[in-house]
């Protein structure tokens, strides 16, 4: 599901005004009146949008960009978070519905809520013979911006048996190689098969929409959830047009701005942000190659703030000629932090010249935007019975690529497998849940790249740092090979290839480490350090103790065979020995 609708003051000069004051609310009026609208604005209002749709990057217009725009702002402030509203509420004793007629309670095993991503999860649920709906607050359908990744992730889909290659083959918009990763003209690593392809979220959604309805899902769009609460026996689900939802299990997939996560995290300042911009458009040359990650200056001030920006660029699959290019940042959510207009107007400022091509020859057919929160203490474990988040809305995707898709196509078999066997054996408490959704300590290891790569107004840390260091250390890994490299590019981090990694660049660039120690601080690096060993742990617990315990946890009780194969799950996912060449 989408966020609200947010109400927007179109000019920030009348905040705090006193209202006795009209003369100068009205002088501050015409101040805002007189200003000219910025580039972006020029741009976005020059093209012809579509309806918005749920997810992250489902909505194109102005108008949107600046309700999205104030909620960074809120979120960047100093004030004191208001506590948002508590959603989720307990009740004790069984739930007993009326017979009267207006009272009709439609009950379900599976209720997902948020259905751009939930509809795979739903999908998944619903071939193990799980009777699902899926309550999406807009229409369930997928975004017009392509979904990038690769074929072998993308395959995670037929594993699971929601696709089979057919459907993965119409969904396909666009093919190519090579992929390049490059840092402010140090030189260049080209890899192939990463992030290669671009997926129509359109046409996928469709086909997952249309194998769902056929296994008997149900799903109700257009209506919002109102209230939650949990019983002894079910959980109840209030929505916004009034019906009333009964099941034994909710699936929160409503991704970084979960009114239930909210609640959860109540209303706590995310640990850290990917600010992304971009844009779709007509008129490249060259248009065969993509960039995974690329840098070309070193940090610039925008707003208030200095910030390193990094590339991505992708052909698009609406034309021979189209290119999605987005420019990304890390920052910590404070105030003078970039808005998304601001970056925007660096975008137009700064992509002609990474792409080599004059903004007047491109016809810009969609302009692209979003922030992806990010908490330390991922994934979220259950905080309530009978309620599980899932995707974006657990904290699961990496903290450095903030890729929700990616992510849930590798943890859909264990996630859907899970699941089934937690409503089979009606193992729904908070705790049983949590097992879902445990430490992994590869994700949480992830915390010193994205530390390392957000800007730190360090006065005796070099400008070029944050690319000097990605270069090294891209560079040791190319050295390594396939096994340390494609592994990192695909966001998952292994003990072995990062101890590698880590070795190399202490050989080949010693002094960069006191740099480091300044760029990312010392808590960071110890707390990191506690990951980074139990990241080895992982490995050793899923390489050799794993076997000896396999054959027989089906011989376990069966809540403790559900419990004995997540921990085992979260042994091998957890020290990224999911990933196989």
């Not at 905040?15 to 009026?29: F, K």
């Not at 969609?366 to 309530?384: N, Q």
């Not at 943890?411 to 408490?429: C, N, Q």
């Amino acid at each position: 599901m989408g966020m609200g609708v947010l109400q927007f003051q179109p000019c920030n000069l009348i905040n705090g005004v006193p209202h006795s004051s009209s003369l100068l609310l009205g002088r501050h009026l015409k101040i805002c009146s007189q200003q000219s609208p910025t580039r972006t604005q020029r741009i976005m209002e020059n093209i012809s949008v579509g309806a918005e749709v749920g997810g992250a990057g489902g909505a194109y217009s102005y108008g949107a960009l600046k309700r999205l725009d104030q909620l960074w702002m809120n979120i960047c402030s100093v004030e004191p978070v208001a506590k948002p509203p508590q959603v989720v509420t307990r009740v004790r004793g069984p739930f007993k519905h009326s017979e009267e007629p207006g009272n009709a309670v439609e009950t379900y095993d599976v209720i997902v809520c948020g259905g751009t991503l939930g509809i795979f999860i739903a999908t998944a649920l619903s071939a193990k013979g799980l009777k699902v709906a899926i309550v999406e607050r807009n229409v369930l359908k997928g975004r017009e911006q392509e979904w990038n990744i690769s074929r072998k992730e993308l395959l995670e889909l037929v594993k699971v048996g929601i696709l089979d290659e057919g459907d993965i083959e119409q969904a396909v918009s666009a093919t190519f190689n090579p992929n390049r990763c490059g840092f402010e003209g140090k030189g260049e690593i080209w890899t192939e098969n990463i992030l290669n392809l671009g997926i129509s979220p359109q046409r996928l959604v469709d086909i997952v929409k249309d194998n769902f309805n056929s296994l008997g899902g149900v799903i109700l769009e257009g209506c919002g959830v109102s209230t939650v609460s949990v019983y002894d026996n079910a959980a109840v689900l209030e929505l916004s047009d009034g019906k009333t939802l009964s099941s034994d299990l909710i699936i929160d997939a409503m991704g970084n701005f979960s009114p239930i996560v909210r609640q959860v995290r109540d209303g706590r300042k995310p640990d850290g942000v990917c600010v992304v911009v971009g844009s779709c458009a007509r008129g490249f040359r060259n248009n065969i190659t993509s960039d995974v990650i690329y840098s070309s200056s070193a940090v610039k001030h925008i707003g208030q703030s200095d910030v390193q920006l990094f590339w991505e660029a992708f052909p698009a699959g609406s034309g021979p000629s189209d290119r999605t290019t987005y420019m990304f940042t890390y920052v910590d959510p404070q105030p003078g932090c970039p808005t998304l207009e601001e970056l925007l107007e660096s975008y137009w400022e700064l992509m002609p010249n990474y792409q080599g091509v004059s903004l007047d020859d491109l016809k810009i057919m969609r302009v692209v935007y979003g922030i992806f929160p990010t908490y330390c203490d991922s994934p979220l474990p259950a905080a309530f019975d009978r309620i599980l988040q899932f995707g974006d809305a657990s904290g699961i995707q990496s903290p450095v690529s903030f890729g929700g898709f990616g992510s849930l196509t590798r943890h859909l078999e264990r996630l859907s497998s899970g699941i089934y066997e937690a409503m089979k054996g009606s193992f729904t408490d908070s705790y049983s849940l949590s097992l879902l959704n445990p430490y992994l300590p590869n994700l949480s290891a992830s915390w010193l790249f994205q530390r390392a790569m957000c800007a730190k107004q360090q006065p005796d840390v070099s400008p070029s740092f944050i690319n000097d260091l990605l270069h090294v250390n891209f560079q040791s890994m190319e050295k390594l090979g396939d096994p340390v490299l494609r592994p990192f590019l695909q966001d998952v981090i292994q003990f072995g290839p990062l101890v590698k990694t880590l070795g190399l660049v202490m050989l080949n660039k010693p002094q960069i480490i006191p740099s480091i120690f300044k760029q990312v601080g010392i808590p960071v690096l110890l707390d990191w350090s506690g990951h980074f060993f139990m990241l080895g742990y992982y490995t050793f617990l899923s390489a050799y103790v794993d076997p000896l315990i396999r054959p027989s946890v089906d011989k376990f009780p069966s809540k403790m065979k559900f419990q004995w194969k997540c921990y085992m799950d979260a042994w091998k996912y957890g020290a990224g020995l999911d990933y196989r060449l």
